[in-house]
């Protein structure tokens, strides 16, 4: 399906690029992905070159499993990883979804903090040395390819760390995995964990070194860098730095900024970078996690210039004030216009020039029905317009709950309602209901066929461009025991768009209550 990476990791200078979006990512509140999408993303993710894909946990549910198993079957190129607790049941399940692997690996961890082992573990510290062992021997029986984590590590002692690393490698890991769990280390810090390693632990020249950071201080990217800086040659990174709380360390940043700043850290990896934009989409898009316009590399101010000042050195010359070229990151300038008159062809070339290059015939002529129906309405067309048309139609493909047609009664005389038309599997229903305003009659109506106790926790409304003509981009979340979901829609009417964010959601939902995250599910 994918071209192999022909990148290594033999040169002294190699960081190797472990992508867990689909395994860490989708730990954060609201991300859960199906089978499909996690296809689609891994997809993607082998074409940019990253070189291990944690596809995910596959003692977690069946539908883990299936996913993980099928990523295993389809992708060929990076390494597929699972994730397995220090237990033999959680190793077999692993390595029997990532089996059919051109290249497997099993990823074991154990929690080696005094906090984590007491509180969480409830083991003592000889315990969970000898678990150590076990689980990474039980691993290497099973796969050459073992890398072994220890959860909470920059809080654990010095000795205590170095024994379980040496213990680690005599079992047979071939990477050893420091996360900084809860986000609390700093660079300097973080960076001495490693040199302490290189420096006391028999064996370790054999093995890579690898840095896995949560970003709850901000300073994800700062200790991954510090870490490589220090001697780890493998970086632990989701896309758009999704990741439960505050999330994990941005691929795009740590990427970018090894590539933009080679002349301090000489260091370099096997990413095509100029995909980066089109992960990034496709993330955010499946997801329903919508990118900060001031994110880094990827937000929509990152290449933008509004102050005279900058605008003035930008047209004289653009290293004024950029640093990296937009186009480095896959941003196309574009050169071709669209609107009501543009054709098949010329939509078709539009799309990929946005990086769309594989979008389905179904999903291809839903979209450019939409786009038809948009450029009617809408005088100036933006690329944005037709990336936001495109993600939401793709964000749909699989949906059991579809959006037919809506109709509602709004304003400041009468009684708010709507009626509206959903194909729910193969059967199509519809519902009419009244409420407070024209979004809780839609909501309402969308609530009597699609029954449910989930509460509206979050619903914003953005502009995706400017102008009173612009479309509006509705995010949803959903909350349901326990179980938060976020589902975005987009058209040019708000009610629509907010009616599709709705549905997005339940449909996530329903994917979500099949999963049952088993305890102590970290690293």
């Known amino acids: 399906m994918t071209a192999v990476n022909d990148h290594t990791a033999s040169a002294p200078d190699r960081v190797v690029i472990f992508d867990t979006t689909l395994r860490d990512g989708e730990q954060s509140p609201g991300a859960s ?8 993303i891994a997809t993607v993710l082998a074409e940019m070159g990253v070189d291990i894909i944690e596809a995910g946990f596959p003692i977690a549910s069946n539908g883990d499993f299936e996913a993980v198993q099928e990523i295993a079957k389809t992708i060929r190129g990076p390494v597929i990883a699972g994730l397995a607790r220090a237990n033999p049941r959680d190793i077999d399940r692993a390595a029997e979804a990532v089996k059919p692997a051109q290249r497997s690996r099993i990823h074991t961890f154990i929690s080696t903090s005094p906090l984590h082992m007491k509180y969480k573990l409830q083991m003592e510290p000889t315990a969970v040395l000898n678990a150590v062992t076990e689980s990474v021997t039980r691993a290497r029986n099973h796969t050459d390819d073992v890398e072994w984590s220890a959860e909470d590590g920059s809080r654990t002692e010095p000795d205590f760390l170095c024994r379980c690393v040496e213990a680690a490698i005599k079992a047979g890991a071939t990477t050893i995995n420091i996360p900084d769990t809860v986000g609390y280390a700093v660079p300097e810090e973080f960076a001495q964990i490693f040199r302490m390693l290189r420096e006391r632990v028999p064996g370790v020249e054999d093995v890579i070194l690898s840095a896995h950071c949560h970003n709850d201080l901000g300073l994800a990217v700062a200790n991954s860098l510090a870490a490589v800086e220090a001697g780890a040659r493998q970086v632990e990174c989701t896309i758009n730095g999704l990741g439960e709380r505050a999330g994990n360390a941005a691929l795009e940043e740590i990427v970018m900024a090894l590539r933009t700043r080679h002349d301090v850290m000489p260091f370099g990896t096997g990413i095509h970078t100029e995909s980066i934009m089109k992960a990034s989409r496709l993330v955010s898009t499946v997801t329903g996690f919508t990118v900060q316009p001031n994110k880094a590399i990827v937000g929509n101010n990152a290449f933008a210039h509004e102050s005279g000042i900058h605008q003035d050195g930008m047209l004289k010359h653009a290293s004024t004030y950029e640093i990296m070229t937009p186009e480095s990151v896959g941003l196309v300038r574009s050169t071709l216009v669209m609107g009501k008159h543009s054709g ?9 020039e946005l990086g769309f290059d594989d979008i389905g015939d179904n999903a291809f002529e839903e979209v450019f029905g939409r786009f038809k129906d948009l450029a009617d309405k809408k005088k100036d067309l933006y690329d944005e317009d037709i990336v936001a048309l495109v993600d939401d139609e793709l964000a749909r493909v699989n949906d059991r709950i579809r959006f037919v047609s809506l109709g509602v009664m709004a304003g400041s005389i009468g009684q708010p309602s709507a009626q509206i038309v959903l194909q729910l599997d193969d059967e199509t229903r519809w519902s009419q209901t009244s409420g407070n305003g ?65 549905i997005h959601a339940l449909n996530k939902l329903l994917v979500k209550r099949q999963k049952t995250a088993p305890e102590a599910l970290s690293a």
């Open 33 to 40: 992905m199906n089978l499909e999408e996690k296809l689609r």
């Open 344 to 352: 098949r062809n010329a939509f078709r070339t539009k799309l990929k």
């Open 438 to 502: 024209p979004v809780d009659s839609v909501f309402k109506a969308i609530s009597e066929l699609v029954p449910h106790h989930a509460r509206l926790a979050l619903y914003q409304v953005h502009a995706v461009t400017g102008g009173t003509d612009a479309q509006a981009e509705v995010t949803v979340r959903l909350e349901e025991d326990g179980k938060t979901v976020i589902g975005q829609g987009a058209d040019h009417d708000t009610l629509v768009a907010s009616a599709r964010a709705y």
